[in-house]
């Protein structure tokens, strides 16, 4: 059983940042390919990057260059260094772990960007 654990949310100003990270157990962390979305109130839960177990990654068009998805196998976290935050990114952030046909959530930390 995988278990992903997410930290690093809370409130923050417009313009400012915050580093998530997602902890996992029970796994070969490096095999799996990880990402992190978000779910804002009343709307669907969208990818917003993913890093392969190679390191290859992908970014939504609306954090590239703000945005860093990053992943130590050494501890089993995956990190999303936030940058230049703006309201619009205010939601709850969730952790995926997807290897083939199985894929694990985590219980997800809120960010909220006041402006």
């Known amino acids: 059983q995988v278990q992903l654990v997410e930290s690093g949310g809370g409130l923050v100003q417009a313009g400012g940042s915050l580093r998530l990270s997602c902890s996992a157990s029970g796994t070969i962390f490096s095999r799996f390919y990880m990402g992190w979305y978000r779910q804002a109130p009343g709307k669907q839960r969208d990818l917003v990057a993913q890093?392969?177990?190679?390191?290859?990654?992908y970014y939504v068009d609306s954090v590239k260059g703000r945005f860093t998805i990053s992943r130590d196998n050494v501890k089993s976290t995956v990190y999303l260094q936030m940058n230049s935050l703006k309201p619009e990114d205010t939601a709850v952030y969730y952790c995926?772990?997807?290897?083939?046909?199985?894929?694990?959530w985590g219980q997800g930390t809120q960010v909220t960007v006041s402006s």
């Open positions: 890093i392969s177990s190679s390191s290859n990654i």
């Open positions: 995926r772990a997807r290897l083939g046909l199985a894929e694990y």
